[in-house]
């Protein structure tokens, strides 16, 4: 069997127009503008309209991905989103993506693996495309995470916002970059260190529970920094050696955006210098799935990697889900 080698074409992302600073919610909750800002590096996130869907921001996002690649969406075959905020519980949140850009031919459905879902899609996207069973396929992180926030918590109201990013990939001619290695990982033991607990099978809301909050996000912060820094550490490494590179190889990583200080410990483990690392966590928070996909959109639109340039993408999520990928642009 012959494998393609597969290359990412185009990018793009959508933020909601509304901001939220840390100011702002100070006002909220019991918290200040200094603590969120040096416990999280965070100081202002994006709050999606209440008619504003997952499926909205990310048609917005795929637009743009497709219009860099030079794709139609008629030319469509595979649409993959990864979100844990999906439109509905049923049809998945790719369905209407589909049926929003007119993508008629595509195979369109949705992966849950929180954070890092954008690198799973990835990574299945890249074997569909190498094994000649697709051409091309756009894979979406979205997520309205403002829809699943406990606005009373501030543990953890103030680390998260709303988004979308995109990327296309296709099946790379001669020259090009491609998806080098990637790397995925799952360890379910801990599922109880990041969940939203109700809404589901095992603990249906219910006109009962209704005011408990059951339908937000809930964390043990302080354990899953420690499991995040040590996993994502680990993946980078893995796809950094698959791809027969060195620190000083690598002209761009782009960590998960969920907090600076779990960032600067993975760069410092890495030994790649901080100029080379991708933030973008203090304007949109951490929007889960979208987070790294637009992260990479406004890397890739802002220079800094160019064409033939190694990058490596890092991300950690609840599950526990982590994943890393390794691209020749
Ligand atoms: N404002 C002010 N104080 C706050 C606060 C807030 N928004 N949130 C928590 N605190 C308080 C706590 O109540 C605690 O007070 P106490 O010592 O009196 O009990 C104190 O700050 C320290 O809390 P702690 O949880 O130990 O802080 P931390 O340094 O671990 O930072 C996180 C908290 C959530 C920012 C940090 O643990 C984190 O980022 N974890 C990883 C989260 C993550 O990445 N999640 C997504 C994975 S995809």
């Known amino acids: 069997m012959i494998f393609h080698p597969v290359c ?29 800002l040096t416990r999280t590096g965070i100081r202002e996130r994006r709050i999606a309209a209440a008619d504003e869907t997952t499926s909205h921001m990310a048609t917005h996002a795929a637009r743009r991905a497709l219009e860099q690649a030079g794709l139609t969406a008629a030319e469509l075959e595979l649409i993959i989103v990864a979100t844990i905020t999906p439109d509905t519980p049923t049809p998945a949140t790719a369905c209407y993506i589909q049926q929003n850009l ?53 543990s953890t109201c103030v680390l998260f916002g709303d988004g979308a990013g995109a990327a296309v990939l296709r099946i790379a001619e001669p020259g ?14 801990l599922t109880h260190l990041l969940q939203i607990p109700g809404g589901g099978t095992a603990c249906p809301i219910t006109a009962a529970n209704v005011n408990e909050q059951l339908g937000t996000l809930r964390m043990l912060g302080k354990e899953v920094f420690k499991h995040a820094v040590n996993r994502m550490k680990e993946a980078a490494e ?34 790649v210098p901080n100029d080379r690392v991708f933030i973008n966590l203090d304007k949109y928070g951490n929007t889960s799935a979208a987070a790294i996909a637009i992260a990479l959109d406004e890397a890739n639109r802002n220079g800094a990697f160019k064409r033939g340039d190694n990058i490596v993408l890092v991300v950690f999520g609840a599950g526990l889900t982590w994943a890393a990928a390794a691209i020749r642009w």
């Open 8 to 36: 990412i074409a185009g990018t793009g992302s959508y933020v909601p127009e509304r901001v939220l600073t840390n100011a702002e919610l100070a006002t909220r909750v019991d918290t200040s503008e200094e603590w969120i």
């Open 102 to 154: 007119g993508a008629t031919r595509a195979v369109a459905f949705d992966i849950s693996a929180a954070c890092s879902g954008f690198l799973y899609a990835m990574k299945i996207a890249k074997r569909l495309i190498a094994s000649g069973a697709f051409k091309n396929a756009i894979i979406i992180g979205a997520e309205k995470l403002s829809s699943v926030t406990n606005w009373d918590d501030r």
């Open 176 to 189: 090009e970059g491609s998806i080098i290695a990637t790397e995925m990982g799952t360890d379910g033991t």
């Open 238 to 271: 893995k796809v950094i050696a698959r791809a027969g590179l060195k620190a000083e190889d690598i002209a761009c990583v782009i960590p998960h955006q969920a907090n600076l200080r779990i960032i600067d410990a993975i760069a410092d483990r890495l030994a």
